[in-house]
């Protein structure tokens, strides 16, 4: 087994969520929109973009995830709604369960944040469900997304952002 295997193998932590909130919601009124006669909830994509801050001073792991669905329509994309969240995890003796190599990196495992990120996805998608009240949008739902697929789409782009 090399290092980084065992390495993750033996990472044993506890954490918990201390903050989980909404920072922007935003909906447009289809109604006034040009294609509302050929609207389908099945033409609805989404964009989810994931920003990992990390406050080692506090041992804090925030991950904000931005979540905009469009209408598409051949090649045009419109905006109809979208969510911007953040939940903050604690991590306890942060610097000893990730150690540093220089002040500003951290080396932090996919299975972790895979597993934040989940939380943080699943959180989003309840936010969704209450914020959706709008007739067309009520129904259109955040899937189910496997949260290693995000962070190794995003390892490949180094935005961390993908379009399904």
């Known amino acids: 087994m090399n290092k980084e295997k065992q390495e993750l193998k033996e990472l ?6 201390i903050e989980a909130k909404r920072i ?3 909906e447009k009124d289809i109604d006034e929109s040009i294609f509302r006669s050929k609207f389908n909830k099945r033409s609805v994509a989404f964009k989810l973009n994931l920003q990992l801050k990390i406050d080692d001073s506090y ?5 904000i995830l931005e979540v905009k669905f469009y209408y598409k329509s051949n090649n045009h994309r419109e905006e109809l709604f ?10 306890k003796n942060f610097k000893e369960v990730f150690p ?3 002040k500003k990196k951290y080396i932090i495992p996919d299975k972790v944040t895979a597993t934040f990120l989940g939380i943080a996805i699943s959180g989003t998608r309840g936010m969704l469900v209450i914020l959706n009240t709008n007739k067309y949008y009520k129904d259109i739902l955040l899937p189910l997304i496997n949260p290693l697929d995000i962070i190794k789409k995003g390892e490949k782009s180094k935005s961390k952002s993908s379009i399904l």
Not at 59 to 63: C, F, K, Q, S
Not at 82 to 91: A, E, L, M, P, V
């Open 82 to 91: 979208g969510i911007r969240t953040s939940h903050k995890f604690k991590i």
């Open 12 to 17: 044993n932590f506890k954490y918990r969520l």
């Open 100 to 102: 540093s190599k220089n």
């Open 24 to 26: 922007n919601y935003f």
């Open 59 to 63: 041992g804090t792991i925030e991950l």
